[in-house]
């Protein structure tokens, strides 16, 4: 094939687009610009129409609109550096350039949801008050009450990492013990099969009589939420381990301790991940009920005072920086798989 048949065979490789500069799509960049348009049009909605005559006034839509037009013309200008540069194949330039373009249709998605979410609230006023507040009384609790929204993040963070750390450690070992030794799982399976089903929340009276403060008992009940997926998926693996795997390193000249750190745990090690990901769901819901019923400051005690005041602003905050933790915690989770899993890259799918 010739160098003029392979420039023609292009528009057609590219779904009938050619590529811009750096090798961003015409049809690609005239998505981001899509975007960016609707950006500019919610931050037009926001501050140029007027808000209801029945409804209050909010301090912040100013600020709101502005961080809105800062959102749009970032997405101009990524889609400009896009156009403009070419990456070298398969680096982290071009990695974030495709992660960037996958995300165009939420982009658009987003705006569209902030503009009606502003126009039924704020404008229209078709939701009841005050169950409904628009955007920019999320953007007024951030820039006003930060100080105690950051002191409660930090102090879920901590009971969190605490509590699902001695879960999980706690799981990890006892999921090795009954999967390797039978004798273990003869008394510990029946005691696994009695607390398992209940949830952890149901330990409440008990978890407040038995430690001495709130904050060990919350910790006790959230190690109790994660540690038992832990437990039973950590099991799952040990026990499921091929026999071949034991004879060959036998033959070998490997030694008990060694059959269990070298070949049982780096086998189960998927099941385990997936207990983890359970544990680390189960313990988001416990943590949120144990700082309701007793912590002196969490997240969680910050929906409950939101909600006695009726300032559902603070706790719409609330749940969205709760929201931002787990995700954050879950896609911290997934690059501690990808790394300790590399030996298994392409075989596992989720």
């Known amino acids: 094939?010739?160098?003029?048949?392979?420039?023609?065979?292009?528009?057609?490789?590219?779904?009938?687009?050619?590529?811009?500069?750096?090798?961003?799509?015409?049809?690609?960049?005239?998505?981001?610009?899509?975007?960016?348009?609707?950006?500019?049009?919610?931050?037009?909605?926001?501050?140029?129409?007027?808000?209801?005559?029945?409804?209050?006034?909010?301090?912040?839509?100013?600020?709101?609109?502005?961080?809105?037009?800062?959102?749009?013309g970032l997405l101009v200008l990524a889609a400009l550096l896009a156009a403009a540069v070419r990456p070298a194949p398969r680096s982290r330039l071009e990695s974030a350039i495709a992660g960037l373009s996958a995300s165009v249709p939420w982009l658009i998605a987003l705006a569209l949801g902030v503009t009606g979410w502003e126009i039924l609230t704020a404008k229209l006023n078709l939701l009841p008050r005050p169950?409904?507040?628009?955007?920019?009384?999320?953007?007024?609790?951030y820039l006003d009450d930060w100080p105690r929204l950051l002191d409660c993040f930090a102090a879920s963070l901590r009971l969190l990492v605490t509590g699902y750390a001695v879960g999980s450690i706690l799981g990890v070992v006892t999921g090795v013990a009954i999967g390797w030794s039978r004798a273990v799982g003869y008394w510990v399976h029946p005691v696994l099969r009695l607390i398992g089903p209940l949830p952890a929340t149901a330990w409440l009276p008990i978890a407040f009589f038995a430690f001495p403060t709130s904050w060990s008992a919350s910790v006790f009940l959230i190690a109790l939420a994660s540690g038992v997926p832990v437990t039973v998926l950590t099991w799952s693996?040990?026990?499921?381990?091929?026999?071949?795997?034991?004879?060959?390193a036998r033959t070998l000249g490997a030694s008990p301790r060694f059959l269990v750190l070298k070949v049982a745990v780096p086998a189960a090690m998927p099941h385990v991940f997936v207990g983890l990901f359970m544990g680390l769901g189960a313990s988001f819901?416990?943590?949120?009920?144990?700082?309701?019923?007793?912590?002196?400051?969490?997240?969680?005690?910050?929906?409950?005072?939101?909600?006695?005041?009726?300032?559902?602003?603070?706790?719409?905050?609330a749940l969205l920086v709760m929201a931002l933790l787990c995700s954050g915690l879950v896609t911290l989770l997934f690059r501690v798989r990808d790394r300790l899993l590399a030996w298994q890259k392409g075989m596992l799918k989720w």
């Open 131 to 141: 169950f409904f507040v628009p955007p920019q009384a999320l953007l007024e609790v």
């Open 1 to 72: 094939m010739s160098v003029n048949d392979t420039a023609a065979a292009l528009p057609a490789a590219n779904g009938g687009a050619l590529p811009i500069g750096g090798g961003l799509p015409s049809n690609l960049l005239l998505r981001f610009s899509a975007a960016a348009l609707l950006w500019f049009a919610a931050s037009g909605v926001t501050a140029l129409w007027p808000d209801a005559a029945d409804a209050q006034e909010w301090e912040r839509t100013g600020e709101f609109a502005s961080l809105l037009v800062v959102t749009a």
């Open 237 to 248: 693996g040990v026990a499921g381990v091929n026999s071949a795997y034991y004879d060959i």
């Open 285 to 317: 819901a416990v943590l949120v009920v144990a700082e309701m019923l007793g912590v002196k400051s969490g997240v969680g005690w910050y929906l409950q005072w939101a909600q006695g005041w009726a300032a559902y602003g603070n706790m719409y905050a």
